[in-house]
T-cell receptor, first 113, second 114 residues
Framework: DAEITQSPRHKITETGRQVTLACHQTWNHNNMFWYRQDLGHGLRLIHY???????NKGEVSDGYSVSRSNTEDLPLTLESAASSQTSVYFC????????????FGPGTRLTVL | AQSVTQLGSHVSVSEGALVLLRCNYS??????LFWYVQYPNQGLQLLLK??????LVKGINGFEAEFKKSETSFHLTKPSAHMSDAAEYFCAVSDQGYGQNFVFGPGTRLSVLP
């Protein structure tokens, strides 16, 4: 069965360190998204990609970067982790078209000390 | 800019009672509307969606939602709550004027009391 996976599921790091969160989907979807979920804010879009070599900034992109070298993967990098980036991160994917639902991964809980 | 509001960050109902979770949106063009459910420590799962056609949409687990353009609403209902319905529910909107991205509401936590 097709799926979307995230790794690691839990991560503890220190302020200032670089961290990369992995997202891998086997749906062959063109679109991939990264969100963060914080209490009281719902899901906020960090970065998104509509295809290989395409990346775009979302609502809360400061301090984050992504790259898309193939269809299956969209890794999220925190260049220099800050305590304000402690959150739960979700990756999602969808086929082209704004009427199509997004499929979500299980999430990564990141703690920055 | 698009926005989604969900009235009530926390809703409690008794088991067997009606569930009503509210969602209102702002969009300048006809939107596509989605409801997702999130169980503890899990990702989001699609409950139902409205794209075109019939305005009353049925989803999984006995949930349904009605698109009312005049009220810019897409409220989620279930006739009889079950303990297993306790979760966080998110309403989301997309439209062609906003690319292929979603705007999510802040979520409503549903508690089901025995």
């Amino acid at each position: 069965d097709a799926e979307i996976t995230q790794s690691p599921r839990h991560k503890i790091t220190e302020t200032g360190r670089q961290v990369t969160l992995a997202c891998h989907q086997t749906w062959n979807h063109n679109n991939m998204f990264w969100y963060r979920q914080d209490l009281g804010h719902g899901l906020r879009l960090i970065h998104y990609s509509y295809g290989v070599q395409d990346t775009n900034k979302g609502e809360v992109s400061d301090g984050y970067s992504v790259s898309r070298s193939n269809t299956e993967d969209l890794p999220l990098t925190l260049e220099s982790a800050a305590s304000s980036q402690t959150s739960v991160y979700f990756c999602a994917s969808s086929t082209s078209g704004s009427y199509n639902e997004q499929f979500f991964g299980p999430g990564t809980r990141l703690t920055v000390l | 800019a698009q926005s989604v509001t969900q009235l009530g960050s926390h809703v409690s109902v008794s088991e067997g009672a009606l569930v009503l979770l509210r969602c209102n949106y702002s969009s300048s063009v006809p939107p596509y509307l989605f409801w997702y459910v999130q169980y503890p420590n899990q990702g989001l799962q699609l409950l139902l969606k409205y794209t075109t056609g019939a305005t009353l949409v049925k989803g999984i687990n006995g949930f349904e939602a009605e698109f009312k353009k005049s009220e810019t609403s897409f409220h989620l209902t279930k006739p009889s709550a079950h303990m297993s319905d306790a979760a966080e529910y998110f309403c989301a909107v997309s439209d062609q004027g906003y690319g292929q991205n979603f705007v999510f509401g802040p979520g409503t936590r549903l508690s089901v009391l025995p």
